[in-house]
């Protein structure tokens, strides 16, 4: 009796003191926070679209408690480069809250520090360089035109059946990847155990918001949940890497795959082996998933507007012809293509929110305090769609990326897929070639219809920190070129 009185009494005082912080600081103005739960309880599943309605009410900038921590929200392009510019290196640290990225030892979610200059430099240098980029360009070709084959077998057995994209995107997104890390494709099995993992990843039972987010809670989870979910995942996780990827004998290649590279440095103690497993799982998951999802919102957008996917093939057809297949050579000479994987990058960004950056001091950003340790989100997704920057911004139109040059990697604040500033994705080129290139053989090779009216195609968002289509989009393709360019492209294809 005297413990529960004590945990309650506890309780209370942690809640004044709350309320006393938000009194004492002039913190941005944001819905009113509940007893306990703070606005969790107010939020939806898609946190983008609350936190975008929010904005509506209360500002560009707001605050939001979730449990008893503070989360500062952006909403617009100059307050997006207070925050990835001109206060970047205050806040420039990652908040940290699922279980799975506590220790911080990887790149995505490492502080800012010695630590992450140290692995950022390691993966621009062996993969993100222009000559690393250029050193692997055959085989993402390769990989691209493997998947058209495939899609062409296919439809030479039932060319009625849809064609669930998503499967050949995540396929051929995942390979390239990984032939660029372990300098392999994963066999069969062991990609079906990749996915299973990164799925489960997004629904691991375990602590509850309330527990996640409410500090004086979280000594009382063990009370709650059972760590041992938790602990069986970490180990399938394990297992897997060291079977997949540890169990691999490298050396002997023409070119040495991202995986010796930081073996070697194991060897030398320069990297831990947990830094190793947490650097090769960024590169796996990050690179897969957000190319992936980005080219199946541009085929779904230009499947409702047949017109902007005639005008692409329409490009490709004068510049490639219909005697070879596109190669990435071809991409400078293909504005409008470039131009449909920008406005897709700006109408539906991987990452809506960008990841959580974290206040390491108490900084001044639109007029208003944000505390120390405080969680600050940009909502890259509210940016894209903002009147204010964009004439009908619902609207996928890439011209109007032909009508004014406009940079989509960090530059302009206007459109953020890759973020910005110390933290800016260091995969930016390579994923826009991959996405280019994916993107127009596909629409070189095929014409993509629906077999139902194109307005009844779902284009809701699945919850979620990346931003995929809640109902994978299904397509009619027929083949646009001579038969032989698919079935040996390896001898036709520049």
Same mark, same amino acid.
């Given at each position: 009796m005297d413990f529960l009185l004590f945990s309650l009494v506890t309780i209370i005082i942690a809640a004044v003191m709350q309320h006393l912080r938000r009194r004492r600081f002039n913190i941005p103005p944001g819905p009113p926070p509940h007893f306990l739960v703070g606005n969790l309880n107010q939020l939806k599943p898609q946190w983008t679209q609350s936190f975008s309605e929010w904005s509506q009410t209360y500002g560009p900038i707001i605050s939001v408690w979730l449990g008893s921590q503070l989360s500062v929200v952006v909403s617009s392009s100059d307050l997006a480069k207070q925050v990835l510019r001109h206060k970047d290196y205050q806040l420039c640290n990652r908040q940290r809250t699922a279980r799975m990225t506590q220790n911080g030892s990887d790149l995505i979610w490492s502080d800012y520090g010695q630590h992450y200059v140290k692995l950022r430099k390691l993966c621009t240098l062996e993969l993100f360089s222009l000559k690393s980029i250029e050193s692997f360009r055959s085989m993402r070709e390769m990989e691209v035109r493997s998947m058209v084959r495939s899609i062409?077998?296919?439809?030479?057995?039932?060319?009625?059946?849809?064609?669930?994209?998503?499967n050949y995107l995540s396929s051929v997104a995942l390979n390239i990847v990984s032939r660029l890390v372990i300098g392999k494709t994963f066999e069969p099995k062991e990609g079906k155990e990749f996915k299973s993992i990164v799925e489960k990843e997004t629904r691991l039972p375990g602590a509850t918001k309330l527990l996640d987010y409410t500090v004086w809670l979280k000594r009382f989870s063990s009370w709650f949940t059972s760590d041992k979910a938790f602990l069986k995942h970490m180990a399938r996780r394990k297992n897997w890497?060291?079977?997949?990827v540890m169990g691999e004998v490298y050396g002997g290649g023409e070119q040495k795959c991202f995986v010796q590279s930081l073996l070697e440095l194991k060897e030398k103690n320069e990297l831990s082996e947990e830094t190793v497993m947490g650097l090769v799982w960024n590169m796996l998951t990050a690179g897969a998933d957000t190319n992936a999802i980005t080219i199946e919102w541009a085929m779904a957008e230009m499947i409702r507007c047949p017109n902007v996917q005639e005008k692409v093939q329409n490009e490709l057809d004068s510049v490639v012809g219909s005697k070879r297949l596109m190669s990435e050579s071809d991409i400078p000479n293909l504005p409008y293509l470039q131009s449909v994987v920008k406005e897709a990058l700006r109408l539906h960004p991987p990452t809506p929110l960008m990841l959580p950056h974290k206040a390491s001091e108490t900084v001044q950003i639109g007029g208003y305090k944000v505390p120390k340790g405080t969680t600050v989100y940009v909502n890259v997704q509210a940016i894209g769609r903002d009147s204010a920057n964009w004439k009908n911004?619902?609207?996928?139109?890439?011209?109007?990326?032909?009508?004014?040059?406009?940079?989509?990697?960090?530059?302009?604040?206007?459109?953020?897929?890759?973020?910005?500033?110390?933290?800016?994705?260091?995969?930016?080129?390579?994923?826009?070639?991959?996405?280019?290139?994916?993107?127009?053989?596909?629409?070189?090779?095929?014409?993509?219809?629906?077999?139902?009216?194109? &307005?009844?195609?779902?284009?809701? &968002?699945?919850?979620?920190?990346?931003?995929?289509?809640?109902?994978?989009?299904?397509?009619?393709?027929?083949?646009?070129?001579p038969q032989d360019l698919y079935l040996n492209f390896s001898q036709k294809c520049i």
């Open positions: 062409f077998m296919d439809l030479m057995s039932d060319d009625k059946k849809p064609v669930m994209l998503r890497f060291k079977e997949a911004p619902y609207e996928f139109r890439p011209e109007r990326f032909l009508e004014e040059e406009t940079d989509v990697k960090g530059q302009d604040f206007r459109v953020l897929p890759f973020g910005s500033g110390r933290r800016v994705c260091p995969a930016a080129q390579l994923s826009i070639n991959m996405m280019s290139l994916a993107l127009g053989n596909l629409l070189h090779c095929f014409s993509w219809t629906t077999s139902t009216p194109r &307005e009844n195609i779902d284009m809701t &968002e699945k919850p979620g920190l990346v931003c995929y289509m809640k109902t994978p989009l299904q397509a009619i393709a027929s083949s646009r070129l």
